[in-house]
């Protein structure tokens, strides 16, 4: 049986440049792949990444979806959305070396059909009153309890 397919970042109809910056950085800093699924809220390219990126995008295995129906399509691993409206509290989801770690826009998260889609919702609890983190936050969170559950950080050369 082949290996399962490692984590994986998914970003859903993003709307800011700098953060999809931050996130394909931290995704090469790791070695995770990256789904950007469209339409995006900006023109996708060399530029609009630069100066979150800098030069670390060039390091990331990036896919771009036309939609969400092409990503599902194509996805390979367990769909975990990170909502405000999260089933599962983070600290105690239990996650796995295929996962694919799904993330909404930042001004509206995602529509009712992903959230169904899911096959696990995990929000990051946060104090009362407060709304949401920045989702490049959200995903460096879910992303280092994630490598931490599955033993997936970076292991020293030698």
Request: aromatic content about 6%; proline content about 8%.
């Amino acid at each position: 049986m082949p290996p399962a397919p490692p984590l994986r970042l998914a970003l859903f109809e993003p709307d800011i440049a700098g953060n999809v910056g931050t996130i394909l950085r931290m995704a090469a800093c790791f070695d995770l792949g990256v789904d950007l699924i469209e339409p995006m809220g900006f023109a996708y390219g060399a530029r609009a990444m630069a100066r979150a990126g800098m030069d670390y995008t060039a390091f990331t295995r990036v896919t771009r979806h036309v939609d969400w129906d092409a990503f599902v399509t194509r996805a390979c691993g367990r769909i975990v959305l990170l909502s405000t409206k999260g089933a599962v509290r983070i600290d105690d989801a239990m996650f796995c070396a295929n996962d694919i770690l799904l993330f909404g826009a930042e001004s509206r998260g995602v529509p009712e059909h992903v959230h169904d889609r899911a096959d696990l919702r995990v929000t990051i609890p946060l104090v009362p009153g407060r709304r949401s983190l920045n989702v490049a936050v959200s995903a460096a969170i879910a992303t280092g309890e994630a490598l931490r559950q599955i033993k997936g950080w970076p292991q020293p050369p030698g």
